[in-house]
C-alpha cells in the first residue's frame, strides 16, 4: 500500500512538472529524458537542462555544478564556493532544486524541502573544477581537506556516468 501511495504521489509530481501527459500518463520528452539518467537526482537534472541552466557554462564548470548532484557523503561545512562563477551557478541549481522540492511536498511527497535541498552539496564543486583544468591529484587532494581520496575518485567516476 506504502508503494501505491509513493507511486501516485509521484505521478502528481511529473504530471505538475510537465514530465508525463496529464490524461494518460504517457511519458513526455522531459519524462523520457528523465528516465535515461541513472546517476543524481533524475528530476533536479531534468529541470535543470529543460531550463537552460548549461547554456551559458563552459564544460568545466558543467562538471563542477554536476558534482553536486552525484556526490553523496554530504559534510559540508556551509563555506562558500571560493569561485563566484560557480557560486552563482550553485545557486541556481539550490533555487531549481527549492522549486522541485516545493513541487514534492505539495504532492504529498514525503520528503522535506530543507533536507531535499541540502543534499545537493557544493563540497566537490571546487575539486571537480580544478581537475577539468588540468590539476594534478595530489593538488586536488590539498584542496579538499575533509573529502578522503576514495570519495573523489568515487565521485569522479559517478559524474563520468551522469556526463556520459
Known amino acids: 500500500m506504502t508503494q501505491s501511495k509513493d507511486l501516485v504521489n509521484m505521478k502528481r509530481v511529473m504530471r505538475r512538472l510537465e514530465m508525463v501527459d496529464k490524461k ?12 535515461s539518467i541513472s546517476c543524481g537526482d533524475e528530476i533536479v537534472i531534468t529541470e535543470l ?6 547554456q551559458d557554462l563552459e564544460p568545466e564548470y558543467i562538471a563542477a555544478v554536476l558534482s553536486s548532484l ?3 557523503d554530504n559534510k559540508s561545512d556551509g563555506k562558500p564556493v571560493p569561485d563566484q562563477n560557480l557560486q552563482e551557478a550553485y545557486e541556481k541549481l539550490i533555487k ?10 505539495e504532492s504529498n ?3 522535506k524541502k530543507d533536507d531535499y535541498i541540502q543534499k545537493f552539496a557544493p563540497d566537490m564543486m571546487e575539486i571537480t573544477l580544478k581537475w577539468c583544468q588540468g590539476a ?17 575518485i568515487r565521485c569522479l567516476r559517478r559524474l563520468d556516468e551522469l556526463i556520459s
Open 136 to 152: 594534478k591529484f595530489s593538488e586536488i587532494c590539498e584542496i579538499s581537506e575533509s573529502i578522503f581520496e576514495g570519495t573523489i
Open 96 to 105: 531549481v532544486a527549492g522549486e522541485v522540492a516545493t513541487v514534492m511536498v
Open 24 to 35: 494518460n500518463d504517457v511519458p513526455l520528452l522531459k519524462g523520457k529524458v528523465a528516465a
Open 109 to 111: 511527497m514525503d520528503i
Open 49 to 54: 537542462l529543460f531550463s537552460g541552466f548549461f
Open 70 to 72: 552525484v556526490y553523496t
